[in-house]
Structure formats: C-alpha cells, structure tokens
C-alpha cells in the first residue's frame, strides 16, 4: 500500500521566520502535487512535480521533487500570516487511472 | 468558470436518515472524484469516475454509500442509513489532466 508521510504534522511560527515541511514514501511516484487548504475550503493545488530532483519556486514558496521521486520537500521564505492552512502532497501514478494518494498534511500556524 | 459546485454546505441529519450530496464538475472536466476528510483519517478517496464510469470504488465504506454519474455535469454520493461516524467533511473534486480541481465541499453532522 502507498503511504505518504507528512511531518511535521503541527508547527506554529512567527511572521518572518522560514520554515521546511517534508513528504515522504517509500514507494515512487510518477508525479507529486502540493495543496493548500483553507478553513471551511477545498484544497487548492499549488504545483505539480514530474521529474527526480525537479525544483519549482512560486513567490516565496520552493518546492522539491527528491532525485527518487519518493519524497518531496516545501520551503517557505519569510512566512506570512497569509500563508497559515493545511498543507497537503499528493502522489500520484504515470497513468491516469492511477489513485492519487494524500498525505495527511502539516498544519501550518504564522503567528504576527 | 464557476468552479466545481457542491449542495448542500452543511447538512445536519439523524442517524439513520439517508443523506444525498450533490457535485457539479467544472465543463469539460472528465475525471470525477469523492473524498472524505476527517481530523483522525485525514483525506481519503472514496470513488472516482472517467467519463460518468465508475473507476475505482475500493474506499467507499460500505454498502451504505453509493455514487452515481448520471451525466457529465452531475455526481451524487448517498448515504443510507446514515450513523454518527460518518460525520465528516465530503469533498468533490474534478480534474482534466493530473491537477484537481476541489469544491468547498458539504460538512455533514449525523446526530
């Protein structure tokens, strides 16, 4: 069974501070997705990573596909209060009739 | 593009009940899927369908839940008889290609 492991589960930081979240498996996936979700609100995808050691930037976020395409890692650069929710990575198969499997996600808190 | 529809936000029913919740995907969209997400399990695919046909069903609970596609415009997920475990947020997402698109999803609360 794919599993994705998302740690930390919880972290709570100040405005300003950077911080790094990881996901996780030990099993390959052909693509990976990060979301983000709102209270009371769907998740909302950030980005998609296809490719071993692939690095995407948006604004101050940086995404990182490992060379193994097991794991994934989300770097924030000088957190904003904006940036608090649940952050979600999915993985995904080469074939779209493949599930996409959920993380279980980091909680995400910035404090002003 | 009014982004995928889900009715009702929030139903509150009693145990037993059947409950019925309603998705509209985003048009074009040939991919359709229901997830449930609770604090404890987190989000978990319950079925999903290409083209109105039911792929993979595998998550679905039990008998009690079913889903259906009738058009490429509509999916409803049932609950019948509904039980207090099955309170949890429900959410609706379509997707074209890799990327899914989510609803706001239906808080459900069975009492």
């Known amino acids: 069974t794919q599993l994705l492991e998302q740690s930390p589960q919880f972290l709570s930081i100040q405005e300003g501070e950077n911080l790094t979240v990881y996901c996780n498996s030990s099993s390959v996936f052909s693509s990976l997705q990060w979301y983000r979700q709102e209270p009371g609100e769907g998740p909302v995808l950030l980005v998609t990573v296809v490719t071993g050691g692939e690095v995407k930037k948006l604004k101050r976020l940086t995404f990182q596909f490992g060379d193994a395409r097991k794991d994934s890692s989300l770097h924030i650069t000088a957190a904003q209060t904006g940036d608090t929710g649940l952050y979600l990575c999915a993985g995904g198969g080469g074939n779209r009739d493949d599930k996409i499997i959920f993380g279980k996600g980091t909680r995400l808190h910035i404090l002003p | 593009d009014a982004g995928v529809i889900q009715s009702p936000r929030h139903e509150v029913t009693e145990m037993g009940q059947e409950v019925t919740l309603r998705c509209k995907p985003i048009?074009?969209?040939?991919?359709l899927f229901w997830y449930r997400q609770t604090m404890m399990r987190g989000l978990e695919l319950l079925i999903y369908?290409?083209?109105?046909?039911?792929?993979?069903d595998s998550g679905m609970p039990e008998d009690r839940f079913s889903a259906k596609m009738p058009n490429a415009s509509f999916s409803t997920l049932k609950i019948q008889p509904s039980e207090p475990r099955d309170s949890a947020v429900y959410f609706c997402a379509s997707s074209l290609f890799y990327e899914q698109y989510f609803g706001p999803g239906t808080r459900l609360t069975v009492t």
């Open positions: 369908f290409n083209n109105n046909v039911p792929i993979d």
């Open positions: 048009s074009g969209h040939d991919y």
